[in-house]
């Protein structure tokens, strides 16, 4: 991702979410979603949380159907709005649902959505450190707080990563001398550059996908008490209202699938892009992976 996760808080993002949505609302109504009609009319509203796959996969598929003739608008919102977004038809496609980190909201959503396909297998979180600590499990973190400048650096509270460290890990793994920092996936990364750069100890909440593992030499610590969930998968999700009115571009999605290089190439090259040009760069993805591109669409 460009990481740019929102920070605000759940009471602040409730009100923002009812706000874009009524908005949303409004913009992808009646016949532009539907596969009928002039394709300059046809609108899709994609939400999307701001982790680096999620902001990968919404400008790769805002380009693909733009190159189709649909027009495509991004909602970045709080997890909650997305699944329930999703769910009462006012968005029509969430990319980056996960049935296990997203658990309470599956049991919550399911059947007021369908999922359109998996297209990513083997997602796995948890603390990662830089490979010079020679760290290899969550285990190995009790009782080297001092090393650590005493902290774990997180991400966004309300992300089901940080509530399986505060819930789960910290009790599994005895890691009361750790301050758990809630903050933002943009300052965790730039806190996890600078300390590489100095070549200091660091923790951190990561996740594999991520581009970070390409960039610096980050271990994603074993989790042998499985307090992190286990394996994830990432699936797309539509409104009932979308899958049955859009068969072409629900068939599309359900096709969609990216291998770790796949996914880790594109999250880098937009990430290397910088702000503003995250659809530039999914733009020259495709243009470099065509072959992968036209087994999805048939177009490209």
Not at 220 to 239: N, Q, V, W
Request: proline letters at 3%; a neutral charge; charged letters at 20%.
């Amino acid at each position: 991702m460009l990481s740019r996760r929102l920070t605000t808080s759940i009471i602040g993002a409730t009100l923002a979410i009812a706000t874009t949505l009524s908005v949303s609302a409004c913009s992808s109504s009646g016949p532009a979603s539907a596969d009928a009609g002039g394709s300059a009319s046809k609108t899709i509203n994609i939400g999307y949380i701001a982790w680096d796959e999620n902001i990968a996969n919404s400008y790769l598929w805002k380009e693909l159907l733009e190159q189709q003739g649909y027009q495509v608008k991004l909602s970045q919102l709080e997890v909650a709005g997305l699944y329930s977004g999703v769910a009462d038809g006012q968005l029509d496609l969430f990319i980056c649902a996960t049935p296990k980190t997203h658990s309470d909201y599956w049991k919550r959503f399911d059947n007021k959505f369908t999922v359109l396909g998996q297209w990513y297998d083997t997602l796995t979180q948890a603390v990662a450190v830089p490979d010079y600590t020679g760290l290899k499990s969550m285990a190995d973190l009790k009782g080297k707080a001092n090393e650590f400048n005493g902290q774990i650096v997180g991400i966004e509270a309300g992300s089901g990563l940080m509530r399986q460290l505060h819930d789960n890990a910290v009790k599994d793994y005895d890691l009361s001398g750790y301050k758990i920092l809630d903050g933002s996936t943009p300052a965790m990364l730039a806190a996890l550059d600078k300390a590489v750069k100095e070549k200091k100890p660091i923790a951190v909440t990561l996740w594999q996908p991520h581009w970070a593992f390409s960039k610096y030499p980050m271990v994603l610590l074993e989790d042998p008490k499985g307090s992190f969930g286990g394996m994830d998968t990432y699936k797309t999700i539509a409104s009932k209202k979308f899958a049955e009115g859009n068969q072409k571009v629900s068939a599309e999605l359900a096709k969609f699938h990216m291998t770790p290089e796949q996914l880790q190439s594109l999250e880098l090259m937009i990430s290397e892009a910088g702000q503003g040009k995250e659809q530039a760069a999914a733009k020259a993805w495709i243009a470099k992976n065509e072959s992968v591109v036209k087994a999805w669409t048939g177009t490209n």
